[in-house]
């Protein structure tokens, strides 16, 4: 976290949001976390058409998860914690296929993340 005083925000993410690249894009800095799982979840795979992201990530697909009726379902990713405005430049990279919610980790931690809308 950059500001010291400020309140620590926690983030999951299963995909370019691990990636260097985009997270110097958007944060000016490289994340550091932890691996966790996000339980009752399934992942797919969105198309990108804005092109400001296309350049960002490099991709022309990005995964995408939704809620599963199977419960055994689990989608792999790291968990960053990161300032409030840096979930701000979160917000404003994700398209409009994604909505931002809060999820309880396979390690109890409750996360934002972006889902399928």
Do not use: C
């Amino acid at each position: 976290m950059t500001d010291s005083t400020a309140t620590p925000v926690l983030l999951f993410s299963y995909g370019t949001l691990q990636d260097k690249a985009v997270q110097l894009s958007n944060f000016g800095r490289e994340l550091a976390g932890n691996a966790d799982r996000m339980l009752g979840y399934a992942q797919s795979w969105v198309e990108i058409t804005d092109p400001q992201v296309l350049a960002t990530s490099g991709k022309s697909h990005h995964p995408i998860v939704r809620p599963s009726s199977n419960p055994e379902d689990s989608v792999s990713g790291m968990v960053f914690q990161i300032s409030a405005e840096e979930l701000a430049a979160a917000d404003a990279y994700e398209v409009s296929d994604y909505q931002r919610v809060s999820v309880r980790l396979a390690s109890g931690l409750d996360a934002w993340v972006y889902v399928s809308v």
